[in-house]
């Protein structure tokens, strides 16, 4: 069972991306998927989250009404729209329950100002 993330790169402020993250599709209906994301010196952070099936998705303050997750059958998306140099981290995919807890490799995102 692995998490594969791709999509990150540089972008200017006000500019946007797009993360996908690659999962085994049963993990989507039986885990919490989320994105967080670690910047230099810092915690990480939890940036989005979905539950089980899909029914309910949870936002960090700092991004809601910017980044929308959302996904398919066998991936997970985390579109980033109006990105600030603040939003400039590593950032994770996480697939977690009572029984498991695993990482993608991590993908960086950087937004010049």
């Known amino acids: 069972v692995q998490l594969v993330e791709s999509g990150g790169g540089l972008v200017q402020a006000g500019g946007s991306l797009r993360l996908s993250c690659a999962a085994s599709?049963?993990?989507?209906?039986?885990?919490?998927m989320g994105w967080y994301r670690q910047a230099p010196g810092n915690m990480r952070e939890l940036v989005a989250s979905i539950t089980p099936g899909g029914g309910s998705t949870n936002y960090a303050v700092s991004v809601k009404g910017r980044f929308t997750l959302s996904r398919d059958k066998n991936t997970m998306y985390l579109q980033m729209n109006n990105l600030k140099p603040e939003d400039t981290a590593v950032y994770y995919c996480?697939?977690?329950?009572?029984?498991?807890?695993?990482w993608g490799q991590g993908t960086q995102v950087t937004v010049s100002s």
């Open positions: 996480n697939a977690k329950a009572a029984w498991i807890d695993i």
């Open positions: 599709g049963s993990l989507f209906s039986t885990t919490v």
